[in-house]
């Protein structure tokens, strides 16, 4: 009997153990139920109050932004003309000050290419800090060629300021006048020497970083355009050929006419066809890229004598090794500034006739700026007639040291 009651007390309290564990655990759990509750609710309050407050913060923004527009609805009209007039005024001086950057750019970037490249103007770029800073009128670059001695003197002795003349010239009416020729296919050969020889004894050359060749007149013209405005801050920047008579203070003061203009091409402006036939001069290789047979190119200057602006000339510096060239370099020039907002200036008394023409102009007082030949493109037989030229078309002397430019 002891036994039997001894196993039930102990049966009983194995139950009411069990009992306390199993209720032990279930404490436990509620207890770790509430803990995690509290863990948990915490972060999702904050993060519901933040979702609140942008949510509000939103909400503020586009009231106030739909406030703002009724405000601005109920503006004056007045007011919003001046401020669409103070908008277009800024944007304005932006784009001059852009302009002017990328002249600056163009020119020290050119200036840096002639120094990294061993180019042998030694003369222009070694010149004083005072007097690449100077401002000048217009940079005259004669093209001429290796053969061509005794046009170069033809023009020394008529329309070209020598000596101390020539540095008169540049010192009081700012104007810069070169002849400009490249290199020879062999450097430093006899050619060369020649051209050295004779620039020792005028100074009166710009050398180019160019091998000469007539189908290289393209090349050349943007060679000259980007050690010009390398060299000298001008105006204007004139090309001509070395068989053509120009009257300097006439040119100087046609181009002062369009000086506030920011891009102008100055010249006698025509349209000439077109030629694909081969064998022919002025054969264009590249017929086809101007339409079909027959068409006519787009408006240019004839290439004898035309004028650039600074910007113009900037804008060839900076974009040289990307534009194109034609067989004519005056077709090419053209076409550089197609799709540019270029101002195209056709002046008739930069391409006057050898007399009597340009002498009946003169005598009826108005003087041609440049003459030459169609028939030749140039001063037919200059060399010989340069002279007759310059006496019955000339402006006179005192014409230009009397000018005021």
């Known amino acids: 009997m002891s036994l039997k009651r001894r196993g039930f007390d102990s049966t ?70 001046k401020e ?59 093209n001429t060629a290796f053969s061509s001695r005794k046009r170069r003197d033809s023009v020394r002795t008529t329309w070209m300021p020598q000596g101390d003349k020539r540095k008169k010239l540049e010192e009081e009416k700012g104007i810069i006048i070169r002849f400009i020729i490249g290199h020879s296919a062999m450097a430093g050969g006899i050619l060369d020497k020649a051209i050295e020889a004779e620039d020792k004894k005028h100074g009166d050359f710009l ?45 100087g003061t046609t181009l002062l006419r369009h000086r506030s203009r920011p891009r102008v091409y100055i010249g006698c402006m025509k349209s000439g066809p077109v030629l694909a036939q081969k064998g022919v001069r002025y054969h264009e290789p590249e017929y086809w890229k101007f339409g079909e047979e027959g068409n006519k190119y787009f408006r240019h200057a004839t290439g004898q004598i035309y004028a650039i602006s600074k910007d113009l000339a900037s804008y060839i510096s900076i974009n040289q090794h990307l534009l194109h060239r034609y067989a004519n370099e005056d077709v090419s020039l053209g076409s550089w500034f197609i799709g540019l907002d270029v101002e195209h200036i056709d002046d008739r008394r930069l391409c006057c006739g050898t007399p009597p023409d340009c002498e009946w102009k003169a005598q009826a007082g108005n003087v041609c700026v440049a003459s030459f030949d169609w028939t030749c493109s140039g001063i037919c037989k200059s060399v010989e007639r340069m002279v007759e030229v310059h006496r019955r078309c000339g402006e006179g002397e005192n ?7």
């Not at 279930?26 to 509430?34: A, R, S, V, W, Y």
């Not at 908008?87 to 200036?111: C, P, R, V």
């Not at 000298?232 to 068989?243: E, G, L, N, R, S």
């Open 84 to 142: 669409v007039s103070k908008t277009h005024h800024a944007i304005q001086t932006l784009d001059k000050t852009i302009s002017n950057l990328e002249m600056e750019l163009a020119a020290a970037k050119a200036e840096q290419e002639s120094i990294m490249n061993g180019s042998p103007q030694s003369d222009n770029y070694g010149r004083t800090e005072s007097s690449r800073k100077r401002k000048y009128l217009m940079v005259i670059g004669i």
């Open 207 to 251: 050398r180019l970083e160019h091998v000469e060749g007539y189908l290289e007149l393209s090349a050349k013209t943007k060679i000259y355009f980007a050690t010009a405005v390398a060299s000298w801050d001008a105006d204007f920047y004139v090309k001509v050929d070395d068989d053509v008579h120009v009257n300097i203070a006439t040119l």
């Open 399 to 405: 014409a230009l040291w009397g000018a005021a430019f």
């Open 12 to 81: 009983q309290k194995s139950m009411m153990s069990r009992k306390l564990i199993f209720l032990l655990c279930i404490g436990c759990f509620c207890g770790g139920m509430l803990f995690t509750d509290k863990m948990w609710t915490v972060p999702e309050n904050r993060g519901l109050a933040r979702r609140t407050a942008i949510e509000n913060g939103s909400q503020n923004l586009v009231t106030e932004g739909c406030g703002q527009k009724a405000k601005d609805m109920k503006s004056d009209p007045n007011d919003i003309a």
